[in-house]
Structures are given as structure tokens and as C-alpha cells.
């Protein structure tokens, strides 16, 4: 009983603070210089031949891993490729859920810019950082309340040299569920909380748009199942049970972005 409490807590520490930092946080000068004074340490209180061989070791093996897996391509090494082409004609909400904006696809971008040397570091970061994985916790409890398909996962600006820019983009089926998700807990947290200058180093933004049927499409060739194509639709099963379906399907042969377009519009009933 108290392994099983001790794996739960440190299951729910993980899937908190996993990411909270990562490669991208730091530039490649930062990472260069890091190394450097992790090597002068080892020079100092290993014996000399340790401290030569380790990265030579380490170097090594890197290489020698990848070649391997290059011998093993495509089946062994990356294994969430989806070979072929794919696209994502998921099927429409009932009548009773349909609205005035659930005639195709509402994509929302979400994104926070960390304005402070330190970035994930900085003042209030770590505490915003919750209050952005609730949020999207709260979004997958109420997927079929609030039409919520899914997102991609943390999307990090690498052309930003000043701050930390990460953006999400998530996919709804209409513009009322949407407007839900920004009246919830979890989100009218995270708002207030900016509003009042609880996180006075975090810039936020966001972007939403609404593509109705026969105005967008999708395709996937030898790629992860990603965005949209990542994302999930709600099927109910006959004991009334909640399922959920996914989105790609085997792209038409000879079909072309119009066509998928139409197909789209086809498969909705209209």
C-alpha cells in the first residue's frame, strides 16, 4: 500500500514538473559552456584517463546508436511514423449538439512568453506552469461537454533570442465549447492571476479561428500522428459507454487539396 501511494505521488510529481526544464531552454553557447565546466570538474576530482574517456565514450556511443537504428530503418526506428498518406474528414456532432459554429473546425492557439533572463525560472513561471496543465487537464474531462478534439503538445519558438516563447495549438469542434474551456476554473485561474500581476514576467496571446466545412483539410505522408491528425472525436457505444475514435484515415488516392476539401464537406452530410 505504501509502494502504491509512493508510485502515485511520484507519478503525479512527473507528469507536473517533467518538462520543466528541457533542451530548448538553453541556448547552444549555454550547453557548450555547461559541459566545459562539467569537464574541468571532472579533471579535478577524477583521475585524468576518466576524464578523457567518458566524453569520448559518451560520443561513441551516440554515434554508433545511430548508425544502428539507420541500419534498422524504417520498421525498428521511429516507430510513430504512419506510413503512406493520411488525412482527417472526422465525422460531424449530432443535431442535438450542433450550433452556428460547429460546421468544420475551430483551432485555438494558446501561447506564453517568459520575458526574464531565466526563464522557466523566473517568479511565478513554475506556478503558471500548473495552471496551464490543469487547464488542459480540465479540457480532457470535459472533451465531449465542450466539443474538444485535443492539441499538440508544448511548441517552443526557436527563432526567439530574447525570452521563451511555447504556443499550443488545440482543435474544437465549435466556438461554444470553447468559450466554456475560457469560463472554467482552471483558465479564469490562470487569467486572474495575469490580470492582477501575479505573473508580471509572463506575456500571453492567443489566436482562434473557425474553418467551416469545405474550407479546410489536412495530409500526413510518413509522418506522426500530429495536430489534428492527432486528435479525438467522442463515439458512444451501445451500453451507452464513451469511447474514443480517431481522426486519420488512408488518404484518397489522386486526391489533391480541393478534392479533400469537397470530401470533407461530402462526408458531413451536406
Known amino acids: ?22 533542451l530548448s531552454d538553453f541556448s547552444i553557447p549555454t550547453w557548450l559552456a555547461l559541459g566545459a565546466g562539467l569537464q574541468q570538474l571532472s579533471t579535478s576530482y577524477l583521475p585524468l584517463h576518466w576524464s578523457l574517456y567518458l566524453p569520448i565514450l559518451w560520443l561513441g556511443f551516440r554515434f554508433s546508436k545511430a548508425i544502428f537504428d539507420t541500419l534498422r530503418l524504417p520498421n525498428a526506428s521511429f516507430a510513430d511514423i504512419k506510413p503512406g498518406k493520411w488525412t482527417t474528414p472526422f465525422p460531424e456532432l449530432d443535431n442535438s449538439s450542433k450550433t452556428s459554429t460547429s460546421n468544420g473546425v475551430v483551432v485555438f492557439l494558446l501561447g506564453a512568453r517568459l520575458n526574464h533572463p531565466f526563464g522557466k525560472l523566473a517568479p511565478g513561471v513554475v506556478d503558471l506552469d500548473v495552471v496551464f496543465k490543469d487547464m488542459w487537464r480540465e479540457a480532457e474531462k470535459n472533451r465531449k461537454k465542450w466539443s474538444y478534439l485535443g492539441r499538440t503538445s508544448t511548441l517552443c519558438d526557436t527563432s526567439d533570442t530574447e525570452g521563451t516563447t511555447t504556443v499550443w495549438v488545440s482543435y474544437w469542434k465549435d466556438l461554444k465549447g470553447l468559450q466554456a474551456f475560457s469560463a472554467s476554473a482552471a483558465h479564469r485561474l490562470g487569467q486572474n492571476g495575469w490580470e492582477t500581476g501575479k505573473y508580471p514576467h509572463v506575456g500571453i496571446m492567443h489566436e482562434t479561428y473557425h474553418a467551416p466545412k469545405g474550407s479546410w483539410e489536412t495530409i500526413y505522408g510518413n509522418f506522426p500522428a500530429w495536430g489534428l491528425g492527432n ?5 458512444e457505444d451501445e451500453m451507452g459507454g464513451i469511447q474514443l475514435g480517431d481522426t486519420l484515415v488512408p488518404n484518397p488516392k489522386g486526391s489533391s487539396m480541393f478534392s479533400r476539401m469537397r470530401w470533407a464537406k461530402q462526408n458531413s452530410g451536406e
Open 1 to 22: 500500500m505504501a509502494l502504491e501511494f509512493l508510485f502515485s505521488r511520484f507519478g503525479e510529481i512527473h507528469d507536473q514538473f517533467y518538462d520543466l526544464l528541457e
Open 231 to 235: 486528435s479525438k472525436y467522442i463515439v
